[in-house]
C-alpha cells in the first residue's frame, strides 16, 4: 500500500513571496490534515478536510493560507505572501476516517528568508 | 483547550534497559490516544493507536497504557535498542478527529 506524498521536500523562498504544497494521501481515505512543526515543537493542526470539505481550520492564518481538496482525494496548501515565522515543516497526514490511525507523509521543509 | 505535555524532553540510556515515556492531557474527553515515532528529518511513523474505552495495546517491544480519568498515558519500550533513538510524539483524539499534540520527547539509547 502506497504511503501519503507530499511533494516538494524542500523550498527556499524569500519573505512575501508565494508558496504551495501539495499532498496525495493513501487511497480510499476519506480525512485529510495539515500540520504545521515548528523545531523543537510538536506538529500543530492547520487544517483538517472529511472528502472534500472542511472540517476544521479555527487555527489556519486565513489571511495568508488556503487550501484545498479537490474532488476529495489530493490537496494544496498555499501560503501568500510568506513571512519569516512561516518557516517550518508542513506535514500532511491521511486516515480511513474522522477517529481511524493517522499516516502521515515525509514533509515539505520550508525556509523563508 | 486540549494541553497535552510530555516530560522530560530528553531521556538518554544504556542499551538494553526498559523505560517509561509519559504523556498528559488535560481534558479527559477524548475519543482516543495515538504514540508516534519521529526520525530526524522525517515524517511520523504510528505506532499504537488506544481507543479511549481500551487500557493498553501491544506492539512487540512497546506497550502503551490510558487512563482517562488522570489524564495520563505511558509508553513502555522493553529492552531499548540503540535503533529505538528517536522522538517519541503522542497525540490525543476527539471524536470529530481532532487531534493535539505533545512537544515529544526525544530518546537516546546507547550502545
Known amino acids: 500500500e502506497a504511503g501519503v506524498a507530499q511533494s516538494p521536500r524542500y523550498k527556499i523562498i524569500e519573505k512575501r513571496q508565494s508558496v504551495a504544497f501539495w499532498c496525495n494521501p493513501i487511497s480510499g481515505h476519506a480525512t485529510l490534515y495539515w500540520y504545521q512543526q515548528i523545531l523543537g515543537q510538536g506538529p500543530k493542526l492547520l487544517i483538517q478536510f472529511q472528502n472534500n470539505g472542511v472540517v476544521d481550520d479555527s487555527q489556519l492564518p486565513k489571511d495568508r493560507f488556503s487550501a484545498e481538496r479537490l474532488k476529495g482525494v489530493d490537496s494544496t496548501l498555499k501560503i501568500q505572501p510568506a513571512k519569516l515565522e512561516d518557516s517550518a515543516v508542513y506535514l500532511c497526514?491521511?486516515?480511513?476516517?474522522?477517529?481511524?490511525?493517522?499516516?502521515f507523509g515525509p514533509g515539505t521543509r520550508l525556509t523563508v528568508t | 483547550k486540549q494541553e497535552v505535555t510530555q516530560i522530560p524532553a530528553a531521556l538518554s540510556v544504556p542499551e538494553g534497559e526498559n523505560l517509561v515515556l509519559n504523556c498528559s492531557f488535560t481534558d479527559s474527553a477524548i475519543y482516543n490516544l495515538q504514540w508516534f515515532r519521529q526520525d530526524p528529518g522525517k515524517g511520523l511513523t504510528s505506532l499504537l493507536l488506544i481507543q479511549s474505552s481500551q487500557r493498553e495495546q501491544t506492539s512487540g517491544r512497546l506497550n502503551a497504557s490510558l487512563d482517562k480519568s488522570s489524564g495520563r498515558s505511558t509508553l513502555y519500550i522493553a529492552a531499548s535498542q540503540p535503533g529505538d533513538s528517536a522522538t517519541y510524539l503522542c497525540?490525543?483524539?476527539?471524536?470529530?478527529?481532532?487531534?493535539?499534540f505533545g512537544d515529544g520527547t526525544t530518546l537516546t539509547v546507547k550502545p
Open positions: 497525540a490525543v483524539g476527539t471524536n470529530a478527529g481532532k487531534s493535539t
Open positions: 497526514a491521511s486516515s480511513l476516517d474522522r477517529v481511524y490511525e493517522q499516516y
